[in-house]
């Protein structure tokens, strides 16, 4: 699961979440976990699979007249473009006004701080 990330809609990333979790799985097992939370037919599914399969982030194995669809892409990859992606859209690309809302709101509990804490050190080094 190297190369380059490819882009991915808000959508086929809830497809990706599901298949890092349950993997493999076939169209009409996601369309049944994930399609109507999200008002999605099977159509739909099949859809944001080819997308998936066309920018190389999932892979198919065929099982019979059916396909079996995995990851072929890590989720430390796409969370990284994706985080990137929403420091630069809300905070012009500056990760401390991200961390400085998230602890004004409370979100941050002692682990976490202690995790970014280690962090800073590490990157000083």
């Given at each position: 699961?190297?190369?380059?990330?490819?882009?991915?809609?808000?959508?086929?990333?809830?497809?990706?979440?599901?298949?890092?979790?349950?993997?493999?799985?076939?169209a009409?097992?996601?369309?049944?976990?994930?399609?109507?939370?999200?008002?999605?037919?099977?159509?739909?599914?099949?859809?944001?699979?080819?997308?998936?399969?066309?920018?190389?982030?999932?892979?198919?194995?065929?099982?019979?007249?059916?396909?079996?669809?995995?990851?072929?892409?890590?989720?430390?990859?796409v969370?990284?473009?994706?985080?990137?992606?929403?420091?630069?859209?809300?905070?012009?690309?500056?990760?401390?006004?991200?961390?400085?809302?998230?602890?004004?709101?409370?979100?941050?509990?002692?682990?976490?701080?202690?995790?970014?804490?280690?962090?800073?050190?590490?990157?000083?080094?």
């Amino acid at each position: 699961m190297a190369g380059k990330t490819p882009r991915v809609s808000d959508a086929e990333l809830q497809v990706l979440q599901l298949l890092w979790d349950e993997a493999p799985l076939g169209a009409t097992d996601i369309a049944e976990r994930i399609g109507p939370s999200n008002g999605w037919s099977l159509a739909t599914v099949k859809t944001l699979l080819s997308r998936l399969l066309a920018k190389g982030a999932i892979a198919a194995a065929p099982d019979g007249r059916r396909f079996h669809y995995r990851p072929a892409i890590e989720k430390g990859a796409v969370a990284g473009k994706q985080a990137g992606k929403l420091v630069e859209r809300l905070f012009g690309g500056r990760v401390s006004p991200l961390v400085a809302q998230l602890a004004e709101q409370g979100d941050l509990d002692p682990e976490d701080l202690a995790e970014l804490e280690a962090l800073v050190k590490r990157l000083q080094q």
